[in-house]
């Protein structure tokens, strides 16, 4: 089975600019979540996916947004970008409600606002 | 609200000594998940242990185990005979049951095993 893929890799950006990272969930996972780390942190939850509706949301502004798309993978937008929005986002994939429940996490997007 | 605090921020360790990494939460919820995960520098956060509320008995894997005492509120993570390729952050979290059941992590702490 595949993992949970992310793309970019990387990305640099100008403040002011939009940006969106995309997210392809583990095999018949259907749920995505998307973290946000700050260099030296622990990720921060920013919101979820199930079923193409969002689900939750942590204490992040509107101009970040999400999709959630009917084979399950996901976007993730910012618009209006500031500095403080350079961070790694991780995207995590789960099943909830399976024994063996946990979040799959990619290998993020190193986003960097200039 | 939740949270979860990794009081240790660096480790340094030789090869083959044990460590064991602290973790202690804080949550209102009676029922809850724990997580640990190790993240290596490539970034990806690899998924190491869910532990229930419920379930407070110890957990042997290899090397790693994992000591969970409600009573403390405390989740800590040993590795016994600790190798370089052991060097990492690693993140304890912490998980409601219901809802969105979205991850509240810790700081993290990074662990370096010198050879």
């Known amino acids: 089975e595949t993992g949970v893929t992310q793309s970019p890799t990387h990305l640099i950006k100008t403040r002011g600019q939009q940006v969106t990272l995309r997210c392809s969930s583990q095999?018949?996972?259907?749920?995505v979540s998307w973290y946000q780390q700050a260099l030296g942190q622990g990720p921060q939850f920013i919101f979820q996916y199930y079923r193409e509706e969002e689900n939750g949301r942590g204490n992040f502004p509107p101009r970040f947004s999400g999709l959630q798309f009917p084979n399950y993978s996901s976007e993730l937008n910012v618009n209006a970008l500031e500095l403080d929005d350079s961070a790694l986002y991780l995207c995590a994939s789960s099943l909830p409600g399976t024994t063996n429940y946990g979040y799959t996490f990619g290998s993020g997007t190193r986003l960097t606002v200039v | 609200a939740q949270k979860v605090t990794q009081a240790q921020t660096e480790i340094s360790v030789v090869e083959k000594e044990d460590v064991t990494l602290d973790c202690v939460y804080e949550t209102r919820d009676t029922t809850y998940y724990l997580f640990w995960y190790k993240q290596p520098p490539s970034g990806e956060l690899v998924f190491l242990i869910r532990r229930n509320s419920f379930d407070e008995q110890n957990e042997i894997s290899g090397r790693y185990s994992w000591n969970f005492q409600k009573s403390t509120s405390s989740f800590n993570f040993t590795i016994t005979a600790s190798q370089v390729v052991d060097s990492a952050v690693y993140f304890c979290?912490?998980?409601?049951?219901?809802?969105?059941?979205?991850?509240?992590f810790g700081q993290g702490t990074r662990l370096t095993i010198n050879p």
């Open positions: 979290a912490l998980s409601g049951i219901q809802g969105a059941q979205k991850l509240v």
């Open positions: 095999s018949g996972h259907n749920t």
